[in-house]
T-cell receptor, first 114, second 113 residues
Framework: DAGITQSPRHKVTETGTPVTLRCHQT?????MYWYRQDPGHGLRLIHY???????DKGEVSDGYSVSRSKTEDFLLTLESATSSQTSVYFC?????????????FGPGTRLTVT | AQKVTQAQTEISVVEKEDVTLDCVYE???????LFWYKQPPSGELVFLIR??????QNEISGRYSWNFQKSTSSFNFTITASQVVDSAVYFC??????????FGTGTRLKVLA
């Protein structure tokens, strides 16, 4: 158990409203990630963080921003939600374990934009 | 560029059959790490295994086994004597130890009673 929680777990929102998803980890991991999962696309990286206030874009970052003011929290914000952002969002951490890197995921947040 | 291909979109088997899920990867890095994840109908992503590029030993864990072959850039996953609880989407993934993890599109396994 990598100690990752996500909130909310489910959210329905209207087009044009801002939405913030929270990822919280308890084990002081340096690397944190936000992915979205859509049918036929697997997991696609939105943004990642390699430390407090250090973030960078992934492959599908348009329309999303992130912030990391504390090691334990990584926030994903949809500035103005659109129906194309209806998806399941996963937070993840990466750690170096026994001669290799491993990535573990939070439980996911199902977001519906109407 | 790195890539992971899971050509099998969906597989259906009858309980107790053996099933192999294929994963083919592309990378130019000499050091890399390969993974399998399970996503059951409940939706969470469960880490199953990591294999380092410098360790080509195959691994067995109960009914699960993994065959890593650098010569063919493959990291296949076999479930022996499948059970209904094995029904899930399985993802193969790759990283070279940077921030970036590359995922395949997943294989949906249906095990019928």
């Amino acid at each position: 158990d990598a100690g990752i929680t996500q909130s909310p777990r489910h959210k329905v929102t209207e087009t044009g409203t801002p939405v913030t998803l929270r990822c919280h980890q308890t084990e002081n991991h340096r690397y944190m990630y936000w992915y979205r999962q859509d049918p036929g696309h697997g997991l696609r990286l939105i943004h990642y963080s390699y430390g407090v206030k250090d973030t960078d874009k992934g492959e599908v970052s348009d329309g999303y921003s992130v912030s990391r003011s504390k090691t334990e929290d990584f926030l994903l914000t949809l500035e103005s939600a659109t129906s194309s952002q209806t998806s399941v969002y996963f937070c993840a951490i990466s750690e170096y374990v026994a001669l290799g890197y491993e990535q573990y995921f939070g439980p996911g947040t199902r977001l519906t934009v109407t | 560029a790195q890539k992971v291909t899971q050509a099998q979109t969906e597989i259906s088997v009858v309980e107790k059959e053996d099933v192999t899920l294929d994963c083919v990867y592309e990378t130019r890095d000499t050091t890399y790490y390969l993974f399998w994840y399970k996503q059951p109908p409940s939706g969470e992503l469960v880490f199953l295994i990591r294999r380092n590029s410098f360790d080509e030993q195959n691994e067995i864990s109960g009914r699960y086994s993994w065959n890593f072959q650098k010569s063919t850039s493959s990291f296949n996953f076999t479930i022996t004597a499948s059970q209904v609880v094995d029904s899930a989407v399985y993802f193969c993934a790759l990283t070279s130890g940077t921030y970036k993890y590359i995922f395949g599109t997943g294989t949906r396994l249906k095990v019928l009673a």
